[in-house]
Each structure stands twice: as structure tokens, then as C-alpha cells.
């Protein structure tokens, strides 16, 4: 069967493109309809409703859905506008749709290389073989590059409930709650441009990042040096306590502050829980409790620098 | 000036930096034709990003006085040259002053029905012209929603703050890569010797800006990745057709591991930008060992000298992460064994024409990587050593026989990674070992070979790491494997593209090869 030529018509398959088309203006108009016509917090209201019963899950969603609201608010209408164009110009656009496919179908198609045709030896394909594996092989690559997308999509709609164009700083994001609050102390305690000098069970790269510009020094215990940190002291690193460094090595990097802050059951003294008190206070309010912090900080001027 | 007006200043800098260093690799001819122009465009991005960032660097070493100073230096010396240049190339381009070679050379067979190389839009292309703009379209829709979706989150991954990050915002907040922080071995940072090109690219972003916002510093791997696919698509379009090329670059952008994972190139993390530079790297060898000078016409000779661009290449990406040195010298063994190959097995190369040109060949390459890792390397002795593994000094036959313990995990971990979790990554590994056991012969052409072999040297030098480091290979590879096959994305898919569509002209070059 020969193809057609370019510019005849086949009435039939443009016939089924006006369908696809006018049916794709209506369900994207009617869509970008709906999703402008109703207020965002419904769909976030049906969002929180089907997820987990969980705080995050919740936030999450209705996060998630705000995203994907404004996603559709702002990409449906193209749609509609980009499908009522091509259904106004049809024809052209059938010919367009042939020509890609014609296209498509050129590039994939396997090409028995020369040389080859007389060559004894056997082969392990066919050329028709090669052009289906192609295609198909084609297919299933952007097939799941599609999955990926709509993950994606979803994703970025969980990104969205936490970051909404926060910064970094602000949010402190992907970091422990006591990394967190421990920031958040060390800002309000210490000027901006101090240099403070760590003992600690962690390595404290999202301090060091977060507190800039102030400068954060630590040792590294030998043993802790190739140990894989993991989130919620699964793996306690070996650390140096204050006074297990001679006190040079301590003042070589001239701190402002002293900074002794632990989780690790192994490095936790109970008796020293409350020593800071501004940093108790701190707590307490942070998480509106009484008692005292499970974990131990406790930050000393060194004398160069005053506390604010 | 608004944020998004320095940032466009900022890649506008960078990019019009890089043609003007791609112009005098061409010793300042005019690129001829669309699918060059396309090509330089996407290597002027790399180059500029690059050497914009080495630049700093050597400015500063060399008392230049301060790295926040030197982006508006690279832009009235470098950019602004650039974009006269560029004004030249497109004004030579809209006059057809240069003939531009979209007629096709002759590579296809008569009556083949693949895209062929033309990059003609005429009707009777039987609609590859219609379907490349098409894809040329998809990547660029692709490209702006990858942008927008990295900018839409500030740096939250673990490396992109730990190791590169913080190095990126002290390096401009202190306004000297001889801070004195980044040179304190108790200073809290990951990695102190990791190379410098991402962190010094974000602190260039942070001078424009005259603030540091980690947001769009992100905006380093989405340009790595366009610079890429530009240059994937413009080389591919020289050796194998329009059609096949944007096939391919479009299958490339489409790559979940690189794409639409987050360590690719939606995060300001190494790899991808490792992979972009390598991945070009490969892309201008292959396109050297694919080229038969004899029978190129205008339209497939490579617009900037092959070697050359490749060693360039290589020095970035050891000039962005560790591993660009191992891959490096797997690419640099690889050459080395080719041609030793070649010199056995035919006695015309022995010749002393043939000798000459193979040296100045080597040298073309090893300049490059000299000139960005010498002062490199020279600096980073004074970086502290923490947590560095230390490959090179721990290598020995004792550890390597101490390590092989560690191999079968490796080996399995690795397999499992490429071909049982493709749902994850892609399909790419699946595609290049069928592509290499579906047409054998055509693996065993040198310009394919080499695809393939940098492919296991990198995996032998993955494992041989795993062998080698302090920690065990499962925390240690089983944390990282999947990052290192990332940089190894578009190798892969240069692999099943050379594979799948011949330049019919190399295959029957190969063909009449005398077998041994």
C-alpha cells in the first residue's frame, strides 16, 4: 500500500484528529475551568483527606495539591489554546503529525549496512527485527521517562509544602531537628562573624553551612575519620571531649566560642543536661516543654568575644 | 539589577567567554552550518563554565587579588570578544556567506531510509526535518522545566552542601582560594581536597549576585546538561544524521538518572556535571577514531580540533570531582593500548609521518590537561587530608589481594544497579549491551570499542576503589555506585546510538578492513 503523498488528504484519519482535538480542547478547557473556578483549598481539603494519618503526610499533601493546582491552572489553558489552534488548522496539522511520524519512522528504521548484504557470515537480527527492536526499545525509554515525570511532578509537590520559594537558610531543610534547633541557638548566641570551635558526636557539615558566615572548627577523632555518618545517631562517631585536646590545638584556630554539643548516649553526662542555661531556656521554648533538653549543648565565650 | 538579569549576565558571561576560546581552537574560522553551530554553542557553554572557573582560580593563585573581581575580568576580556564573535558567526550564517553544508555528504547508502546526515528541512526529507524540530523542541521544554524545577528548592542533598557548597560560599565570603578556613584541617567541610570547578562556578553566580543564595547557584548543572545535550546533538549530527542525532540527544534528556533524579541534574551535586564533561570528553574522541579524513566532507569534519576538545574535556571533569581522574586515565590507557594495537598490527603505522602525527596526536590531548591540572594539583597539597580515602597511596598488591574479598559484592552490587533496577535509572544499560551483543562486528570497530572499553575501565576502577578503601564495599559502593554510573549515562547512550545507526561510510571502511 503506498503512502500518501504530501499535501493529499486522507479524510478519515482527519476526521479522527478533529475528534481527538475537539475533545482535547473541551476536557483541558473544562479542566482549567474547574481547577480556576474553585478555590485551591478545596482540592487541598480532599488531598488531606485521602493521605496518611500523619502530621507530614498531611502538610505534605495539601502542599502537594496547591502545586499541582497552579500547575494545572497555568499549563491546561495552553493546552486548550495549543489543541484549538491545531483543530482550526487541521489539515495542517495532519500533515504535520504524518510528516513527524514519517519522520520518526525513517530514523528507526534499521539500515542493513553496506558490505553486509553478501557477507556468509550469520546474523543475528533481521532488519526488520532491528527497526521493531528500535522503535520499541525507543518507546519503552520514553514510556518510562513519562512514569518519571509524573513522579517528578509529585515530588516537586512535596518540595513545595516545605520550601515555597524559602530559602535555604530559612528553612533548613533535610536536617535533624536537633541540628535545627541547635542552628538556631548558636545564631541567636554568637555574632555573625564568630569563630567557634567544636566537641561533638557528629561531624556538623549542616552547622558549619548554616552558620555561616561564622566559621565552625572541629576535630575529627582518628577513628571516626572514614565512618559513614547515619541520620538519628544510628551509628555513634568516636569524638574527642573538651579537655581530651591539648588546650594549643584548641586555641590554634583563636575560637570566640566553645561549643560541646552531644547526643550520643556514650557522650551524654546527665549532669551537664541543664549547665547552659540560656540554651535550656531556648529549648523550652522552642518545644513548649519544662523539663530538660535529651541531648547536651553548651556553648562558653572564650573570652575574646562577648556574648550579645 | 534584578536576580534573573545577573543571572542571565551571568551564563550571557560564560557562554559568549567559552565561544571565544572555541574560536580560537577553530583559529578563527566561521562554523559552517547550522548543526556546527549548534555543536560550538553547546561546547562554548562547557568551555566558558570550565575555564571561567579554572580562571579564577589561576588569577587568584597568581595574585590576580581576589575571585569575586574576576567574572567582570572574564566578561571584558573573554564575553565581550565573544559576543562580537558570535555576532560575526550569525551574521555569516543569515548572509549564506558560508556555504553551509546541509546537502548531504556522501555517507548514505542509495535508497537508505535512515535521517541521513543532511540536516535538510526541504519537504522531500520525508519528514526527519519536520520530526528534528520537533525534538529540538521537546529538549528545550525538557531543559526549561529541569530549570525550573531545580530552582524551585535551595541546595537541601548532603554532598551539595557538605562538600561543595560550603566550599562555594566561603570561597566567596573570604574572596581567595587560599582561605584560610578551606585550608584549616579542623575546619568543618566535606571532602577539602575535592576539586574546585562547581564550588568556584557557584561562588562566580554569588559575585554577580554580590550576595550567596544557594538557590540558584543550582543553576551550574542544568547549563552543564544543556552544554551536553548541544554538543551530543551537533557531534552525533556529523557522524550519523540529523534524524538519529536528535533521536538519541532526546533519548540522552530523557535519561532518568540524569534528568529526573535528584542527584542528576536537578541538584548542585558533582556527578552529572562529571558526566557532562566526560561524557564530551568521549564524544570528541569517538568522533577522532570515527573520522576518516580521507572521505570526510565539509559536513562531517569536527568544527574544533577533536583531540584537543577531548583532552579539555577531560581536564574539566578531573577539575569538577575525583573520579575525573580515573576516568581520565581509563581513557588515557585506552588511546595508549589503540594505538599500540595499531602500530602491531599494521606496519604502515610505523612510519616516522605516522609516529610524528601520533605524538603530536598524544600531545594535543595531554596539553590541555596539563595546563588545568598542574596548578590544581600544586594547590591541593596544601589542602588538609580528613576524611580523603587516599586511592593512589593506599594502592599495592597487598591491598588489592586484601580487597578481593569485596569483589564478588561489587560485581553483583554493580549488575544489579545497570540492569535489575533500570526501572530507577534507564534503560541505558539494557540498550548498550544488547546494541554490542546484537552487532558485534560493528563493537569491534576501534571508534566503538573505545565507547565500550571506557565503559569497563570505569567499572574496573570503581571496583578497584571498593578493593581499596577503608570502609567496607557495601557502605562504600553500595552508596556511591549509583552516583558513578550516573557519569557514565552518556557514554552509554553514544554507545547504542553508534551502535544502532551506522555512518555507513566507517561500516564499509570496517568491511574492508583484511581480516587477521
Not at chain 1, 491552572?73 to 504535520?96: F, I, N, V
Not at chain 2, 546526515?117 to 522545566?145: F, H, K, Q
Not at chain 2, 580515573?326 to 602491531?344: C, F, N, S, Y
Not at chain 2, 544489579?416 to 533496577?421: D, I, N, P
Amino acid at each position: 500500500m503506498g503512502h500518501p503523498q504530501r499535501g493529499e488528504q486522507v479524510p478519515h484519519v482527519t476526521a479522527m484528529l478533529k475528534v481527538l482535538l475537539l475533545s482535547g480542547v473541551m476536557v483541558f478547557a473544562a479542566t482549567a475551568a474547574w481547577l480556576w473556578l474553585l478555590p485551591v483549598e478545596v482540592f487541598q481539603r480532599w488531598a488531606i483527606e485521602r493521605a496518611a494519618p500523619h502530621e507530614y503526610a498531611q502538610f505534605e499533601a495539601a502542599g502537594q495539591a496547591e502545586f499541582l493546582v497552579w500547575v494545572g491552572r497555568g499549563a491546561l489553558p495552553l493546552l486548550a489554546a495549543a489543541s484549538l489552534l491545531a483543530l482550526l488548522q487541521s489539515a495542517a496539522t495532519a500533515e504535520w503529525l504524518r510528516s513527524v511520524g514519517g519522520g520518526g519512522a525513517r530514523i528507526t528504521a534499521s539500515v542493513r549496512p553496506r558490505g553486509c548484504v553478501e557477507h556468509p557470515s550469520p546474523r543475528l537480527w533481521t532488519v526488520a527485527a532491528g527497526t521493531w527492536l528500535l522503535r520499541g526499545f525507543a518507546a519503552a525509554w520514553v514510556g518510562l521517562f513519562a512514569v518519571h515525570v509524573v513522579r517528578g511532578l509529585g515530588e516537586r509537590g512535596r518540595d513545595w509544602a516545605y520550601f515555597r520559594f524559602r530559602s535555604g537558610a530559612e528553612v533548613l531543610p533535610n536536617i535533624s531537628f536537633e541540628n535545627r534547633d541547635v542552628i538556631r541557638y548558636l545564631q541567636s548566641r554568637t555574632p555573625e562573624h564568630a569563630r567557634l570551635f567544636a566537641y561533638s558526636d557528629q561531624r556538623l557539615f549542616f552547622l558549619s553551612y548554616y552558620l555561616r558566615p561564622r566559621r565552625l572548627f572541629l576535630r575529627i577523632h582518628p577513628e571516626a575519620q572514614f565512618v559513614i555518618p547515619q541520620p538519628g545517631q544510628q551509628r555513634p562517631l568516636p569524638a574527642y571531649r573538651r579537655g581530651e585536646l591539648p588546650s594549643a590545638d584548641e586555641q590554634r584556630v583563636r575560637p570566640d566560642y566553645v561549643l560541646e554539643y552531644f547526643e550520643g548516649a556514650a557522650y551524654l553526662d546527665p549532669a551537664r543536661l541543664g549547665e547552659d542555661r540560656a540554651w535550656v531556656e531556648f529549648w523550652r521554648r522552642r518545644q513548649g516543654e519544662r523539663g530538660l533538653p535529651p541531648y547536651l549543648v553548651v556553648l562558653t565565650p572564650t573570652g575574646t568575644e562577648a556574648l550579645p | 539589577m534584578s536576580t534573573a538579569a545577573l543571572l542571565l549576565l551571568t551564563v550571557l558571561s560564560w557562554w559568549l567567554g567559552g565561544v571565544t576560546i572555541v574560536s580560537a581552537l577553530r583559529r578563527g574560522t566561521v562554523p559552517a552550518g547550522q548543526h556546527a553551530g549548534v555543536e560550538i554553542a553547546g561546547l562554548s557553554l562547557l568551555v566558558g563554565m570550565g575555564l571561567s572557573s579554572w580562571g579564577a582560580f589561576v588569577w587568584d593563585l597568581a595574585g590576580g587579588g581576589g575571585i569575586r573581581r574576576f567574572p567582570l575580568i572574564w566578561t571584558a576580556a573573554l564575553a565581550v570578544p565573544g559576543a562580537w564573535i558570535a555576532g560575526r558567526w550569525w551574521r555569516s550564517s543569515r548572509g549564506g556567506r558560508v556555504a553551509a553544508p546541509l546537502s548531504p555528504t556522501p555517507v548514505q547508502p542509495a535508497g537508505s531510509p535512515s535521517g541521513g546526515t543532511s540536516l535538510s528541512l526541504s519537504p522531500r526529507d520525508g519528514g526527519v526535518g519536520a520530526w528534528v524540530r520537533l525534538a529540538r523542541g521537546l529538549v528545550l521544554v525538557i531543559w526549561a522545566s529541569l530549570v525550573a524545577q531545580t530552582l524551585l528548592t535551595p541546595q537541601r542533598l548532603w554532598d551539595e552542601r557538605a562538600i561543595f557548597g560550603i566550599k562555594a560560599a566561603v570561597l566567596y565570603e573570604d574572596d581567595t582560594v587560599r582561605s584560610p578556613a578551606l585550608l584549616d584541617p579542623d575546619f568543618v567541610q566535606g571532602h577539602p581536597r575535592y576539586p574546585l570547578l562547581l564550588p568556584l562556578a557557584e561562588a562566580s553566580i554569588y559575585s554577580w549576585l554580590g550576595r550567596v543564595d544557594d538557590r540558584w547557584a543550582k543553576l551550574v548543572p542544568p547549563l552543564a546538561g544543556l552544554g551536553l545535550w548541544l554538543t551530543f546533538a551537533g557531534v552525533l549530527t556529523r557522524r550519523l544524521g540529523a534524524g538519529p542525532a536528535w533521536l538519541w540527544t532526546l533519548l540522552l534528556a530523557t535519561t532518568p538518572a540524569l534528568t529526573t533524579w535528584e542527584y542528576g541534574f536537578l541538584s548542585a551535586q558533582a556527578d552529572a556535571v562529571v558526566g557532562c564533561f566526560h561524557g564530551v570528553s568521549v564524544l570528541y574522541l569517538w568522533d577522532w577514531l570515527t573520522a576518516r579524513t580521507e572521505r570526510d566532507g565539509e559536513a562531517t569534519l569536527p568544527p574544533v580540533p577533536p583531540l584537543a576538545t577531548a583532552g579539555l574535556m577531560a581536564a574539566l571533569a578531573l577539575w569538577t570531582k575525583d573520579e575525573g581522574i580515573a576516568l581520565g586515565l581509563v581513557d588515557g590507557a585506552l588511546l595508549t593500548g589503540l594505538g599500540w594495537l595499531a602500530l602491531m598490527r599494521n606496519r604502515e603505522c610505523r612510519s616516522a609521518r605516522v609516529l610524528r602525527g601520533a605524538f603530536g596526536a598524544a600531545a594535543a590531548a595531554l596539553v590541555p590537561v596539563l595546563l588545568i591540572a598542574l596548578p590544581w594539583f600544586l594547590h591541593r597539597r596544601q589542602l588538609p587530608l580528613t576524611e580523603e580515602m587516599g586511592y593512589f597511596d593506599r594502592l599495592g598488591l597487598e591491598a588489592l589481594w586484601g580487597g578481593l574479598a569485596a569483589v564478588p559484592w561489587i560485581a553483583r552490587h554493580l549488575v544489579s544497579r545497570m540492569f535489575l533496577e533500570a526501572g530507577t535509572w534507564g534503560l541505558h544499560w539494557w540498550g548498550a549491551a544488547a546494541a554490542c551483543l546484537l552487532r558485534p562486528r560493528r563493537a569491534g570497530m576501534t571508534a566503538q570499542a573505545l565507547l565500550w572499553l571506557d565503559v569497563l575501565g570505569a567499572l574496573a576502577a570503581l571496583t578497584v576503589a571498593g578493593m581499596l578503601a577503608p570502609i567496607p564495599a557495601e557502605e562504600h559502593i553500595g552508596g556511591s555506585a549509583h552516583r558513578f554510573l550516573l557519569q557514565l549515562t552518556p557514554v552509554a547512550v553514544l554507545l547504542i546510538a553508534a551502535q544502532c545507526h551506522s555512518d555507513p561510510g566507517t561500516e564499509s571502511a570496517a568491511h574492508q578492513e583484511p581480516r587477521p
